[in-house]
Structures are given as C-alpha cells and as structure tokens.
T-cell receptor, first 114, second 114 residues
Framework: AQSVTQLDSHVSVSEGTPVLLRCNYSSSYSPSLFWYVQHPNKGLQLLLK??????LVKGINGFEAEFKKSETSFHLTKPSAHMSDAAEYFCVVTSNFGNEKLTFGTGTRLTIIP | NAGVMQNPRHLVRRRGQEARLRCSPM?????VYWYRQLPEEGLKFMVY????????ESGMPKERFSAEFPKEGPSILRIQQVVRGDSAAYFC????????????FGNGTRLTVT
C-alpha cells in the first residue's frame, strides 16, 4: 500500500523569498517519488523525479527536492520564488513499476505575492 | 510537435446523457492513461491502454464507463448515463513506453453534469 500527504493545501510567499512545499509518503517498498506542477487550465508537467539515485533531486525552473527516508519526506523547495511559479503542485508516489500505480497527493496551491 | 490533445476542453451534459472524451497522444506514444480529478482531490488512476488493448482498468467504475484506444484515431473515454457525481476533470496522459517513463499530460476535459 502507498499513500502521500501534502501537508499544506495553500502556501503564499512573497516574490523573491524561498518556497517550501511539504510532502510525506507511505510505502511498503522502495518508492519512486515525483513532483508535478499544474498551471491554471493546463495539464500536469513533471518537475522532478526521485528513483533511488541521489537523494537531492534537481528539477526544472530552479526547483529541487530532497528524499529523506528517516522522515518519509520529499519536500519541494526553491530558493527564490517567481511570479510564474504560481500554480498547483502535486506530490506523487509509486512503489510499483508502472504509471498506473501512481498515487497523487491532494495538491498544494502556491500563491506568489508581488 | 503537438503535445497530448484532449477535446473538448469543457463538456456539459444533463443527467442520463452520454459523455465522450477524446485524447490524442503525443506523436510516437503508444501508451495512454486516463485519470480523474474530483474537486479538492488529487488525480486518481482510471485506465491504462495501449493500441487496441486495455492493460489495466482497475481504477475505472465497472458500470457506465468504458475506454478504448483503436488502431487508428484517438483514445476515447465514454461515460454512459452520466450522474452528478461524474462531474470532474478528466486527464489523459501518454508515454512512449510503459513502466515509469515520464508521462505527458493533456490539458484535461472538464465535465459538468447538470
């Protein structure tokens, strides 16, 4: 069984300040973890992916995430927020080798304050 | 190079009518996945198809829902006798291979049942 919990449904930060979106997971096996971003009225875009290589994963648009097994966490960070980062972010886990087994979190809506 | 194309973007149906949602995968992609996103929830897997084959339909309701991916043409998700609870955003994703190769998502079809 697997599950993912996104701890904040909404996060607001000022432009130029750091972003932290929190995600905890539960998995019976070694998980693969993803972050996807969804801009308004758009499909989901893959930001980054962890698959048991380096624990610090760098993604697109300056985002990165760190896999911490002891804390079962995979938080998404960015040093400096940009207005274009405003979107919905989904943390995703899979323990099985297959996209059909992806389990999505409920999402965190990121708002950037000018 | 067009991405995953879904149409229509918005679909309104009265209770009892049929809804047909279409998805054209990216060029060269032969694996198609359908997900449903209910309000305030993450995406839930529905069905995984390859050309002319349903690989996994474990996430799709047994009644009223069907999906196909013919040899020629788009993948179709069909919902018969729609009910209010079917109102949701339906996303299609495609990949060139199965497994956990990155998914490319369409912009979704937002179904409203009145």
């Amino acid at each position: 069984a697997q599950s993912v919990t996104q701890l904040d449904s909404h996060v607001s930060v000022s432009e130029g300040t750091p972003v932290l979106l929190r995600c905890n997971y539960s998995s019976s096996y070694s998980p693969s973890l993803f972050w996807y971003v969804q801009h308004p009225n758009k499909g989901l875009q893959l930001l980054l992916k962890y698959t048991s290589a380096a624990t610090l994963v760098k993604g697109i648009n300056g985002f990165e995430a760190e896999f911490k097994k002891s804390e079962t966490s995979f938080h998404l960070t960015k040093p400096s927020a940009h207005m274009s980062d405003a979107a919905e972010y989904f943390c995703v886990v899979t323990s099985n080798f297959g996209n059909e087994k992806l389990t999505f979190g409920t999402g965190t809506r990121l708002t950037i304050i000018p | 190079n067009a991405g995953v194309m879904q149409n229509p973007r918005h679909l309104v149906r009265r209770r009892g009518q049929e809804a047909r949602l279409r998805c054209s995968p990216m060029k060269g992609h032969s694996h198609v996945y359908w997900y449903r996103q209910l309000p305030e929830e993450g995406l839930k897997f529905m069905v995984y198809l390859q050309k002319e084959n349903i690989i996994d339909e474990s996430g799709m309701p047994k009644e009223r829902f069907s999906a196909e991916f013919p040899k020629e043409g788009p993948s179709i998700l069909r919902i018969q006798q729609v009910v209010r609870g079917d109102s949701a955003a339906y996303f299609c994703a495609s990949s060139p291979q199965g497994g956990d190769s990155p998914l490319h998502f369409g912009n979704g079809t937002r179904l409203t049942v009145t």
